[in-house]
């Protein structure tokens, strides 16, 4: 007999991959439940579709098992027969890791991503509630709270997400029934990260009252990124009276003419623009205090892999990448 719900991973993905511009992927493949049942739905795409994948592991040395989730998806990727590369990344500040892991892990599949391939993650329905209230507890504002998109760019490169709509039971189902080998991550259990105090403690307490959490947050979602795609065409199309050709520098004098609120969304898409950074109200405001200041050598502020000072009339960002 066949199962329509373990069907029904696979009708999804190959809708997701209809209109893409490409028929090669990058599969990021952690070797947890998510990435494996991706990389068999891809597997099995490739069979009878023209389409070609390889997958690509990050270690972020930060278990003890480390070794064990790397050796375990080279393993993988050798049985299925297809090209697998793995790379090492280290973390240097014991403040906000996951964040740091983050930018750090797509920075470096983005640079190993060939121009004619496509990056595809394994981020569900769960992954998007919980990254909601997470952007919600530090305070973003519309376009953060709109959630992870389906389809984005990041350094150039396109990613692709095609379980987003997803609930993470629909996954577990289509690994038991296909028997997916995957291994678990012990970090996952560790509540000292804020992901996981939100996965493993108040998500879970949150349903036992609001049994259709999920459903109404996801709709809530929807709603924000259709305001959110409104403000930011309209926002981005101001940008320009105020900024440089490169949208590298702005101009202090004409953007004091504008009303508080406009001044806090054209510096929130100018950021924006620049490296995809999301600002919450708190950061915007550090940056409009520079705006005030006399002095031009000491105002600075750094955030994400930029950073922003102040020459004269001019409010200047730039890259701090090495």
Same mark, same amino acid.
């Given at each position: 007999?066949?199962?329509?719900?373990?069907?029904?991973?696979?009708?999804?993905?190959?809708?997701?991959?209809?209109?893409?511009?490409?028929?090669?992927?990058?599969?990021?493949?952690?070797?947890?439940?998510?990435?494996?049942?991706?990389?068999?739905?891809?597997?099995?795409?490739?069979?009878?579709?023209?389409?070609?994948?390889?997958?690509?592991?990050?270690?972020?040395?930060?278990?003890?098992?480390?070794?064990?989730?790397?050796?375990?998806?080279?393993?993988?990727?050798?049985?299925?027969?297809?090209?697998?590369?793995?790379?090492?990344?280290?973390?240097?500040?014991?403040?906000?890791?996951?964040?740091?892991?983050?930018?750090?892990?797509?920075?470096?599949?983005?640079?190993?991503?060939?121009?004619?391939?496509?990056?595809?993650?394994?981020?569900?329905?769960?992954?998007?509630?919980?990254?909601?209230?997470?952007?919600?507890?530090?305070?973003?504002?519309?376009?953060?709270?709109?959630?992870?998109?389906?389809?984005?760019?990041?350094?150039?490169?396109? !990613? %692709?997400?095609? &379980?987003?709509?997803?609930?993470? =039971? /629909?996954? @577990?189902?289509?690994? +038991? $029934?296909?028997?997916?080998?995957?291994?678990?991550?012990?970090?996952?259990?560790?509540?000292?990260?804020?992901?996981?105090?939100?996965?493993?403690? !108040? %998500?879970?307490? &949150?349903?036992?009252?609001?049994? =259709? /959490?999920? @459903?109404?947050?996801? +709709? $809530?979602?929807?709603?924000?990124?259709?305001?959110?795609?409104?403000?930011?065409?309209?926002?981005?199309?101001?940008?320009?009276?105020?900024?440089?050709?490169?949208?590298?520098?702005?101009?202090?004098?004409?953007?004091?003419?504008?009303?508080?609120?406009?001044?806090?969304?054209?510096?929130?898409?100018?950021?924006?623009?620049?490296?995809?950074?999301?600002?919450?109200?708190?950061?915007?405001?550090?940056?409009?205090?520079?705006?005030?200041?006399?002095?031009?050598?000491?105002?600075?502020?750094?955030?994400?892999?930029?950073?922003?000072?102040?020459?004269?009339?001019?409010?200047?960002?730039?890259?701090?990448?090495?």
């Amino acid at each position: 007999m066949v199962n329509l719900k373990s069907n029904k991973l696979l009708d999804i993905c190959k809708k997701s991959i209809l209109d893409i511009p490409s028929t090669k992927f990058l599969i990021a493949y952690s070797g947890g439940i998510d990435s494996s049942v991706l990389l068999h739905c891809f597997h099995m795409l490739s069979i009878n579709n023209n389409i070609t994948f390889r997958s690509i592991h990050i270690n972020h040395n930060l278990s003890d098992s480390a070794k064990l989730y790397k050796d375990h998806c080279k393993n993988i990727s050798k049985q299925y027969g297809f090209e697998h590369s793995s790379f090492d990344i280290e973390i240097n500040n014991k403040s906000n890791i996951e964040e740091q892991c983050r930018i750090k892990r797509y920075d470096k599949i983005t640079k190993e991503c060939k121009e004619d391939e496509i990056i595809v993650t394994a981020h569900h329905l769960d992954d998007q509630i919980e990254t909601f209230f997470l952007r919600l507890l530090r305070g973003s504002a519309s376009r953060g709270l709109s959630g992870i998109k389906s389809l984005s760019i990041m350094n150039k490169k396109y !990613i %692709l997400r095609p &379980l987003l709509d997803c609930p993470k =039971s /629909l996954i @577990k189902e289509y690994q +038991n $029934n296909n028997n997916i080998s995957y291994v678990e991550d012990t970090s996952n259990k560790d509540d000292k990260y804020d992901r996981n105090f939100l996965r493993n403690k !108040i %998500l879970p307490l &949150l349903k036992t009252r609001w049994a =259709s /959490l999920d @459903k109404n947050i996801s +709709n $809530n979602i929807t709603a924000l990124h259709i305001q959110s795609q409104f403000l930011d065409k309209h926002i981005s199309e101001l940008l320009h009276k105020y900024s440089n050709k490169s949208k590298t520098q702005i101009s202090i004098s004409l953007l004091n003419k504008e009303e508080d609120y406009l001044k806090t969304l054209i510096i929130h898409e100018w950021v924006h623009k620049f490296n995809g950074t999301i600002l919450n109200l708190r950061q915007i405001n550090e940056i409009i205090k520079i705006m005030k200041t006399n002095n031009d050598s000491n105002p600075l502020f750094i955030f994400n892999d930029m950073s922003i000072t102040k020459d004269k009339d001019t409010l200047l960002i730039k890259s701090t990448k090495k």
